[in-house]
């Protein structure tokens, strides 16, 4: 099988590593990929966008499937002009894609089907979303209706900050188009949860659980992100909670994607908040989150390819997903100044002399002459997978010692 993995970060690298070693891929390739995708996949310099550029030559090169990494091209409709050319491709159409591209069609759907979630309103003017504000109590979450890459929410702990941040939005423009519409959300106090869960027509198939670190510095200070840090499985959930979530919360939103008419074969993502061993489902992201596939790929002990085929040939189940023992954990190095201006170009050294169960991951890079150097804001991710959480703290961090780069960072409490 060739298998052809859209986008150039981490989370692509980290699915094509996995697609690496399955016996049923016999090739790999990836659009527009980045250095490190480079060293086991043909890297083909087509944007994520260029819909009608990955349709030709998925058809030149014989590619029997398509996975699609990032959420923007499932928003534009990939899937279904993939579809109408009669080509395998594992993710949801444009209307299944409203799952994440439209944080207001989610909560209707949640509500509807009464799916736990967080009392919210959805609003489009200044006027609207101040006399909505009359309803909640502080603080409150304003989130931007569309995708934001991860950093559309924020916080405001009282009045001011509230209309602060709906003003910055719907008037400032903030988020541009995604933008237009707000919402509004009760602010729940706890801690998330991810599930991935792969669909295939109809059914989820959880996967493991994992957490991920949005904030910039140490002590969940500084701004949002894409995600800075990841373990899987979640380590604050109780198996009680889990069996919650996997019994009751999973087959509701089977149920609600089905009688809808939203059931896709590709990958949706639930965040969830537990608060007093309660899961609310905060949203839904329908692709690989990112940096979690970098803790889960390396977890997984069943044959990648295998699980994608089986998921598009709608026979995927539950058995098929096995894990190794213990705890994978990542820790993510950015670029000084991100999520703000930050430089390109920044010389990495050889990446070479880390312990064996070090495995590297490329968010943004790029190999030039005989260097490799950052392309990115996140730029590499660090994985280990040991026996609990303390020893892959203790693994990560001695061998990121030994990782000596100007103008990188990276967060020194992952896992703590």
């Known amino acids: 099988m060739k298998v052809l993995v859209i986008g150039s970060g981490g989370r692509e690298h980290a699915l094509l590593w996995g697609l690496d070693q399955s016996k049923v891929v016999d090739a790999l390739f990836c659009a527009p990929g980045n250095g490190g995708t480079s060293q086991i996949a043909t890297n083909l310099p087509i944007d994520v966008v260029e819909t009608d550029k990955l349709i030709q030559v998925v058809k030149e090169k014989g590619i029997d499937l398509t996975i699609v990494g990032p959420e923007v091209p499932l928003a534009l409709g990939i899937v279904d002009e993939f579809r109408r050319a009669g080509l395998q491709i594992f993710g949801p159409t444009q209307k299944e894609a409203q799952l994440e591209s439209s944080k207001s069609f989610t909560k209707d759907l949640l509500l509807k089907y009464d799916i736990p979630t967080a009392k919210a309103v ?10 909505a504000l009359l309803d909640f109590s502080y603080p409150v979450v304003v989130k931007a209706d569309g995708l934001c890459a991860g950093k559309g929410v924020i916080i ?9 941040a709906i003003e910055s939005i719907l008037e400032g423009k903030r988020f541009g188009k995604e933008g237009q519409r707000i919402l509004l959300e009760e602010f729940l106090q706890g801690y998330e949860v991810s599930l991935f869960c792969i669909a295939s027509a109809g059914k989820l198939i959880p996967m493991q659980t994992a957490m991920d670190y949005k904030r910039i510095f140490e002590g969940d200070e500084g701004e949002n992100t894409g995600g800075v840090g990841c373990i899987s499985p979640n380590p604050k959930l109780s198996p009680a909670v889990e069996e919650k979530m996997l019994r009751e919360v999973v087959p509701q939103i089977e149920k609600a994607l089905m009688e809808e008419d939203l059931a896709f074969t590709g990958l949706l993502f639930i965040g969830f908040l537990v608060q007093d061993d309660v899961p609310y489902v905060l949203e839904f992201n329908t692709r690989f989150g990112d940096p979690e596939t970098e803790a889960l790929i390396p977890l997984l002990d069943s044959d990648l390819g295998e699980v994608f085929q089986k998921a598009m040939d709608q026979t995927l189940e539950s058995k098929d997903l096995s894990y ?12 000084e100044g991100y999520p703000g201006t930050y430089r390109k170009g920044i ?9 064996e169960d070090i495995i590297i991951f490329h968010n943004g890079t790029a190999f030039h002459g005989e260097k490799w150097v950052s392309h990115g804001g996140r730029v590499l991710t ?3 997978i040991q026996q609990t959480l303390e020893e892959c703290r203790e693994k990560l961090y001695k061998n990121l010692k030994n990782f000596r780069a100007e103008e990188i960072r990276y967060r020194k409490d992952i896992g703590l």
């Not at 405001?156 to 602060?164: L, R």
């Not at 010389?347 to 312990?355: T, V």
């Open 324 to 335: 190794k023992e213990g705890v994978a954990m990542g820790v993510v190095l950015t670029a």
């Open 156 to 164: 405001a702990q009282n009045e001011e900050e509230a209309h602060d």
């Open 382 to 384: 660090f994985v280990t």
């Open 122 to 131: 959805t609003v489009d003017t200044i006027e609207d979303a101040k006399k």
């Open 347 to 355: 010389e990495l050294g050889d990446l070479k002399g880390f312990d």
